[in-house]
């Protein structure tokens, strides 16, 4: 029987994709406002769903310093965007808490839209702290970047470019890499912490310079790196055991 090949994609050789680490302080966002008033908090991104066209709901993992959950919160649900705050404490932790959002962004626009409305892709988890949202962005030409630039700062926020880099598709996601089986946070921390000198010699980066790069706790940075660590270890050594 013969095959039609026609609508199989094709790659071309030149074809590549970057990514950009972008702080984005979103004045007139709750997740930069309330962590600008409150700079020992940090919320982290889990999931979003866009509820109406403007409604977006999120699920935030919040870990606070010097200022309670409730305060946090509190002032959280005050913010004019803000329509729905349930909090799900964490057993056994007064500083850390889940937070079901759901926010109204028709005064202005989300930086997950912008991103969909120019075809880049967000990375995983991203974060806030200190007034600053930490994105990573993925795109296929650098035009693409400045122009959500462009739109971000249109819309009044101010946008810094912590790094950009061309992604190694082939050789972070090769089929036969132990990389492939990690979490994309652990593949993240993993690929940072081997940037950054962390398995070198020992006046390499500490867990505190990964914890700064990647806007995470180094208790965080940890976990991470010891998962990742023993699943490509184990992966590495399982045909000579």
Known sequence: MAID???????????????????IA????????????YPAARIESV???????????????????????????????????VTDVVVYPHVGSERVAHLSTTIDYTPLTSVSQ???????????GATASGGSE?????????????EIIDDLEAEGSDVRIRRKEQVTLQSEQSPHSPLT??????????????????????????LEDIAAELDL?????????????????????????
């Open 134 to 146: 930490k994105w990573w962005v993925f795109f296929e030409c650098h035009e693409t970047l400045s």
């Open 181 to 206: 089986e990690l979490s994309p946070r652990q593949r993240e921390t993993l690929l940072v912490a081997q940037e950054l000198g962390y398995f070198g010699p020992n006046d390499g980066a500490t």
């Open 217 to 241: 706790s180094t208790s965080s940075v940890w976990e991470h790196l010891s998962k990742a660590t023993e699943q490509v270890i184990d992966e590495v050594t399982a045909n000579y055991r």
């Open 47 to 81: 999931s979003d769903a866009h509820v109406e066209e403007a409604q977006k709901k999120q699920l935030l993992r919040l870990e606070t310093e010097r200022v309670s959950v409730d305060q946090f919160v509190s002032t959280y649900d005050d913010h004019e965007l």
């Open 5 to 23: 090949n026609s609508t199989q994609a094709s790659v071309a050789p030149d074809e590549q994709m970057f990514r950009a680490a972008l702080d």
């Open 26 to 37: 979103h004045h007139g966002c709750p997740n930069s406002d309330v962590t600008e008033m």
């Open 114 to 124: 912008i991103l969909a409305d120019h075809g880049a892709y967000r990375g995983h």
